[in-house]
């Protein structure tokens, strides 16, 4: 899952949700350097990335889009899941879903030393910009698809993810919901 999916599995807990996202950030296995509310943000990423990449349903929707989206296709599901995220919020948590985004924006203190000049531009982007109160809509999605492909460092098809989601959307929603239950689970969501 993408930055929806990784503040959603940090259970209303603000400092978590920050420092899990700053997992996309971190390489390495020795997390000592961190203070320990850091490191638990930093290992929770690292198991929500792992259960997704290794959820039986979801390895047989990347082995099916792989023909379209060579080298990208988990990237794509990760996107399309925030998207299905934010689309069927009310149905995985009791907030409003823009409040919810706008409260977890005001919590974010960024003014930490061990947090990278990347990281922190990020963060202050996506709040700037709002990026993820547009995710429940089709726009929304072909700009997070458009953004990541932009950034990534070679020619990929990622741009057209939006046209691949609407192609599968039923299996897409199918998968989706079926891993969300199976996490929920997983990682002890009470919301």
């Not at 296995?29 to 509310?37: A, G």
């Amino acid at each position: 899952m993408n930055f929806l999916g990784h503040i959603y599995f940090s259970d209303n807990d603000k400092n978590l949700m920050l420092n899990n996202l700053f997992g996309d950030f971190v390489k390495g296995k020795d997390l000592s350097f961190y203070p320990k509310v850091v490191q638990k943000g930093l290992l929770l990423h690292r198991k929500i990335d792992d259960f997704i990449d290794h959820h039986p349903r979801v390895l047989e929707l990347n082995r099916k889009l792989y023909a379209e989206l060579p080298k990208v296709s988990a990237i794509a599901i990760d996107l399309i899941f925030d998207h299905l995220l934010a689309k069927n919020w009310s149905k995985f948590h009791c907030k409003e879903y823009i409040p919810f985004l706008y409260e977890f924006y005001t919590k974010i203190d960024l003014n930490k030393h061990y947090y990278s000049d990347e990281f922190k531009l990020m963060i202050s982007k996506m709040v700037e910009m709002n990026w993820i109160s547009c995710y429940p809509t089709l726009e929304g999605l072909e700009k997070a698809c458009q953004g990541v492909s932009k950034r990534l460092s070679f020619d990929n098809n990622l741009k057209f993810g939006k046209d691949v989601f609407l192609k599968f959307e039923s299996e897409f929603e199918s998968v989706f919901f079926e891993y969300m239950k199976d996490a929920k689970v997983k990682f002890n969501i009470q919301h």
